[in-house]
């Protein structure tokens, strides 16, 4: 019984620390993306949208955009 709490409290105990580490060493990034129109005028993010989808006929002025946007 001591045996597999100890082993449980070392693999919980390891996890937290690989976590919080990460957390610490890692930046946090910023995206200053809010909305569509934001996404088009901010130059330095690539993006691409697939041929017949809602995106390709809002970018191309159509009437047909799907209900979803």
């Not at 919080?20 to 901010?42: G, Q």
């Not at 995106?55 to 047909?64: A, P």
Request: charged fraction near 10%; proline fraction near 4%.
């Amino acid at each position: 019984m001591v045996g597999t709490w100890l082993v449980t409290s070392l693999i919980l105990c390891t996890a937290y620390q690989g976590v919080l580490t990460s957390m610490l060493a890692a930046p946090s990034v910023n995206i200053p993306v809010n909305s569509l129109e934001d996404l088009v005028s901010y130059r330095r993010i690539p993006y691409a949208y697939e041929y017949g989808t809602a995106l390709h006929q809002l970018f191309m002025g159509q009437s047909k955009v799907a209900s979803i946007i």
